[in-house]
């Protein structure tokens, strides 16, 4: 199993970024795939989801309106678009993908710092 997570960096708050997670030897399509951050001194928490099937998708309340979580799965890969960045987005985003049976793979993460 392989991730190859990209798209984080330095942007100002109000900007925009698009994070993506190309995985690599298992059945992508099969699986849930979510997205965690985790902040310097906090726990890794959820921030979005979609399914497997029906690409029913939920976010955390913090996250609502600002980011969308797609899934392209003809490319084995998961995205989450960040939009209006705020300085308490700021983490290390890791995608995460889950089965029905509880198969879990994680992704290296990549960073994400939003400061003016």
């Known amino acids: 199993v392989y991730f190859v997570e990209s798209g984080g960096g330095l942007v100002q708050p109000g900007s925009s970024l698009r994070l993506s997670c190309a995985a690599s030897?298992?059945?992508?399509?099969?699986?849930?795939m979510i997205w965690y951050r985790q902040a310097p001194g906090k726990e890794r928490g959820f921030v979005a989801g979609?399914?497997?099937?029906?690409?029913?998708?939920n976010y955390a309340d913090s996250v609502k309106g600002r980011f969308t979580i797609s899934r392209d799965n003809a490319k084995n890969t998961v995205y989450l678009q960040m939009n209006n960045l705020k300085p308490e987005d700021t983490a290390v985003y890791y995608c995460?993908?889950?089965?029905?049976?509880?198969?879990?793979?994680w992704g290296q993460g990549t960073q994400v710092t939003v400061s003016s």
């Open positions: 995460k993908a889950m089965d029905g049976l509880g198969v879990v793979y």
């Open positions: 979609i399914t497997s099937a029906s690409g029913t998708t």
């Open positions: 030897g298992f059945i992508f399509r099969r699986y849930t």
